[in-house]
């Protein structure tokens, strides 16, 4: 199967018995285990702890280190495993916590990854009939945009490669084209049929089924809607999937028809869920998600550490495919907040945030206080500060969160210059000052 990549069998895989999907996982995770023995790295790593590829399986694997973005952003290179004259795309991450790392592909990884993304589309119910809307970048070195187009092209459907940014441009595709889904960020998604609404087109009449978004979470740990994913499938009349990958993975989870976590492809990836301390938590329990890629031939990485929270659901999933989902991204692990004995991430209180519609921009600060406890601030920017109360907003965020966090407020044009500042592709909403 690893090396052609059918979607029939792919499809049998899935409702395979337990022991039949083992083994062949082993087998698969064998493969990988000696195709990354072949890098700087894990050729070093494996000889310190002095063990084999072969005395590793699904049930030991987690006696192996974690590797961490640390560990790949020091020495890239230190992880290719295939020379140069192989290396057919050379992806660069998006650098969001530190310098962009190189990440080569060979043939059979980019092959490897359409596959990964024409199993997210079929699970989300697209089919051949299907043409989808393409906002998300191919160039600029990414790695999302290329994966969904060649995913599409594997599958059968009809992509529209119409990239990110420009409503009206975005528009006359949807009038000229028809299509039948949207791929891309939700915010701008949203920004789209917000658009359209005030130059006379109706987003829910489109003829829009599908929403494939990526970057920004659109469900909770619960698996609701948070108030951004609500919006949307109110705006366009359609159902929103979320979609979840990393470039040094080369692997994407999407959300199925049953809406309830991305689901781990079984060929294709072995996800964990771990603590502090790198143990596996218990099932169900929120945690970092760490992922072992497999079958990947020019940088293959085993245990990676995404330093993204999350839990992994394992009950039988609705849609009748036996592997596990990883559930809803709820936070970063550098940006977990303490206060009082309650844990929180910055993205929970933008989602209570995003509830209040008198909100126009808001900002987090979190400093360190003197008990242990991080001290939160939120800033809050409005047109007209004499009309905010921010006694309802406090009650409010204080329901939500269950912690009471302080709130300033002041005008909207000083918060966006605030936010605008740092200058980064995406504004920035949490500043960190606790190592001040
Ligand atoms: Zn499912």
């Known amino acids: 199967m690893q090396d052609h990549f059918d979607i029939n069998e ?49 049930e030991n694997l987690n006696a192996l280190p974690l590797t961490s973005r640390q560990d790949v952003e020091s ?22 916590t530190g310098a962009p790392v190189l990440v080569p592909y060979t043939a059979r990884d980019l ?3 359409a596959f990964n993304e024409q199993m997210n589309f079929y699970g989300a119910g697209i089919r051949n009939a299907d043409r989808l809307l393409l906002c998300v970048t191919l160039d600029r070195c990414f790695v999302a945009g290329l994966a969904y ?28 084209l028809r299509p039948t889904g949207l791929i891309g ?40 809607l948070t108030p951004l994913g609500s919006e949307l499938e109110k705006a366009w009349q359609g159902r929103v999937f979320s979609s979840y990958g990393a470039t040094e993975l080369e692997t994407a989870f999407c959300e199925c028809t049953a809406s309830s976590g991305g689901h781990v492809h079984p060929e294709l990836m072995i996800a964990e869920i771990v603590d502090e301390a790198g143990k596996p938590v218990k099932t169900g329990e929120p945690g970092e998600v760490v992922v072992t890629p497999l079958g990947v031939e020019g940088f293959p990485l085993i245990r990676f550490r995404t330093g993204d929270i999350a839990r992994l659901h394992t009950s039988p999933c609705q849609c ?84 009471k966090p302080e709130i300033t407020v002041k005008a909207r044009q000083m918060v966006q210059e605030t936010m605008e500042k740092p200058g980064g592709r995406k504004l920035k909403r949490f500043f960190d000052l606790r190592g001040e």
């Open 10 to 58: 792919a499809l049998a895989f899935r409702k395979a018995a337990p022991e039949e999907m083992t083994r062949r996982r082993n087998s698969l995770l064998q493969a990988h285990l000696r195709q990354a023995v072949k890098t700087p790295f894990y050729k070093k790593l494996f000889s310190r702890i002095d063990c084999r590829p072969e005395e590793i399986n699904l």
């Open 75 to 96: 020495d890239p290179a230190a992880f290719f495993a295939t020379p140069p004259g192989i290396q057919v795309d050379l992806a660069l991450t998006s650098g969001s």
């Open 111 to 113: 092959e490897r990854l």
């Open 149 to 176: 187009y060649t995913g599409l092209v594997r599958l059968g459907a009809s992509c529209i490669r119409s990239g990110p940014g420009q409503p009206a441009r975005q528009w006359e595709l949807l009038d000229r």
């Open 185 to 224: 960020v939700p915010s701008f998604l949203l920004k789209m049929a917000q658009w359209g609404k005030s130059h006379g087109y109706n987003p829910g009449k489109s003829g829009i089924r599908t929403l494939i978004t990526i970057g920004e979470p659109v469900r909770r740990a619960d698996n609701s």
């Open 320 to 403: 009748g495919w036996q592997t596990p989902r990883l559930g809803a991204i709820e936070g970063r692990l550098a940006q977990r907040l303490k206060v009082k004995g309650t844990t929180l991430y910055p993205e929970m209180i933008f989602q209570a945030l995003q509830e209040l519609a008198e909100i126009q921009a808001s900002y987090l600060e979190v400093k360190a206080d003197y008990d242990l406890s991080d001290r939160i601030r939120i800033v809050i920017g409005v047109d007209d500060p004499s009309t905010i109360e921010v006694d309802r907003i406090t009650d409010h965020l204080q329901a939500r969160l269950r912690v």
